[in-house]
């Protein structure tokens, strides 16, 4: 089929996921259109670090996507599978295959997929191009100067501002005022709104070096919320994160995590947060593919586990959903499988969450926060960190994953599960329904 001609055909569909720009007219102060261009992050090149375990080493082969050694099986094409719910077709996600989800596939034949597209990210909040800090900071303080705290408008402002602006607004009250606008917000607010709002207006490194911390000290949420921030943060964001860990709490991460994990879950969790994962470069390299099927296949028993940390942890993930397709075809079974029969208990849940990042990271999120919606109370911490952290990035990708899996939109799941003064701030965040 034409590319155009497919374009044409899904968009009505796909315009809801896709949230695709508008010219916005001259607005109100109070408005909250969101537009604009949040910068990409760039991605370093890391090195390797080993764990002192025998794992096949890469042997640097340059072949082109199109031609490949004879004695190779070379992946065929996902097949394309009919989505009852819109008019276009979708790549096979649930299949256990990587493929890609209508937003992307869309994108793809603009040629756009895996860019910064023109108008920004998948994010759905964007840099406000009719910012005005000074009318902001004048609105804020209206808001908590007045009899009684303006609630709806703080969340206005800090919903439909980018972390940057939200920043730019928070020095522009210190000169202004003398007083620390967190503060000062912390002080005329509470609860869960209290909390959404330390989370918006902390820089993103310190508000993911305390959730960090936060998790390790509490025995119950540590493996899931480490294995989040260090799996799926960028290098430079990482990077960032740990080093304000160490300088807010006066130790590093790593000893944090040696004191409050054991085992193979203390493994993966060190070996992500040494950032030591491969950056892309455009090589395929086959050989290296079928030698980590082999490593894997042949860690079943006692001891291995440093396989499996190295490879999941160090090689790209690009090169990793090749070694998962090609270890299906081997083995007649998904590699998740064999971690199930493998291991037990907080390794197997590490093992699984890090494998579900690395297949589809919107995916994971939008299974995350369906969990966190399905508790008799809502998991608000969860619901925050996730939309807050992920609505500059993909937060358009996870919605239409949501959607896909649980035949619901996140929007229409939040109105159901979420009360009280965070409610519309979180919706806020999600911005839009998906029919």
Known sequence: ?????????????????????QREPEIEPGASPHTGTPQAVTTPTWPSAPLGTHVPTRTQIHISSEIAPADLEIPAETPRVKDSSSASYIMSVTSGKAGLSLTQEILSYLGLANKTAAWGTLGTLRTFLSFSVEKDVQRLLRAIAGQGVDRNAIMDVLTNRSREQRQVISRAFRERTKQDLLTSLQAAVSGNLERLVVALLKPAAHFDAQELRTALKDSVSAEDVAMEILATRAPPQLQECLAVYKHDFQVE????????????????????????????SEVIDYHLAEE?????????????????????????????LRVFEQYQRCTGHELEQTVQNRFHGDAQMALLSLASVI?????????????????????????????????????????????????????????????????????????????
């Not at 991460?253 to 892309?280: M, N």
Request: hydrophobic share 40%.
């Open 1 to 21: 089929m034409c590319p155009n001609r497919f374009f044409s055909i899904s968009l009505r569909s796909a315009w809801s996921l896709c949230d695709l720009p």
């Open 359 to 435: 297949r589809n990271t919107p995916l994971y999120f939008a299974e995350k926060l369906h969990q966190a919606l399905q508790q008799t109370e809502a998991n608000y911490q969860v619901l925050m960190r996730i939309l807050i952290s992920r609505s500059e990035t993909d937060l358009l990708s996870i919605r239409a994953e949501f959607r896909r899996k649980f035949g619901k939109s996140l929007y229409s799941a939040l109105q159901d599960a979420v009360k009280g003064d965070c409610r519309l701030a979180l919706l806020a965040l999600c911005r839009a329904e998906d029919l």
């Open 292 to 320: 980590d099927v082999q490593a894997l296949k042949q860690a079943e028993g006692s001891g291995t586990e440093g396989t499996w940390v190295l490879i999941l942890t160090q090689r790209n993930p690009e090169h990793l």
């Open 253 to 280: 991460a790593e000893e944090d995590i040696k004191s409050e994990t054991s085992g193979t879950v203390q493994d993966l969790l060190l070996a992500l947060a040494k950032g030591g994962r491969e950056s892309y």
